[in-house]
Nanobody, 115 residues
Framework: QVQLVESGGGLVQPGGSLRLSCAAS????????MGWYRQAPGAKERELVA??????????KYADSVKGRFSISRDNAKNTVYLQMNSLKPEDTAVYYC??????WGQGTQVTVSS
């Protein structure tokens, strides 16, 4: 069973940037969809942030709320997916989860945007 480990969360001021990483314990393939979801405080469900499928640049999908600010990428050689988050807003505060094909999930990493 593959495991996913997220890192890179923390406290950042509005307008700042963070880069999240998600390392898989086993090889991931180009046809695997890797993604980031988040769950805000008090929210009942996780919401999609971004997904990526394929090699190279890949096919990406973003939530409307993060388009133009967040960027997802992957390095299949390192079995790692990244989420670059720029121009962060307080409403981006959430626990961010990495997922492989929405079947395997990481433990989550806290992102707090506050002054």
């Amino acid at each position: 069973q593959v495991q996913l480990v997220e890192s890179g969360g923390g406290l950042v001021q509005p307008g700042g940037s963070l880069r999240l990483s998600c390392a898989a314990s086993k090889r991931i393939f180009g046809f695997d969809t890797m993604g980031w979801y988040r769950q805000a405080p008090g929210a009942k469900e996780r919401e999609l942030v971004a997904t990526i499928t394929g090699t190279g640049v890949g096919i990406t999908k973003y939530a409307d709320s993060v388009k133009g600010r967040f960027s997802i990428s992957r390095d299949n050689a390192k079995n790692t997916v990244y989420l670059q988050m720029n121009s962060l807003k307080p409403e981006d505060t959430a626990v961010y989860y990495c997922t492989l094909n929405r079947v395997v999930w990481g433990q989550g990493t806290q992102v707090t945007v506050s002054s």
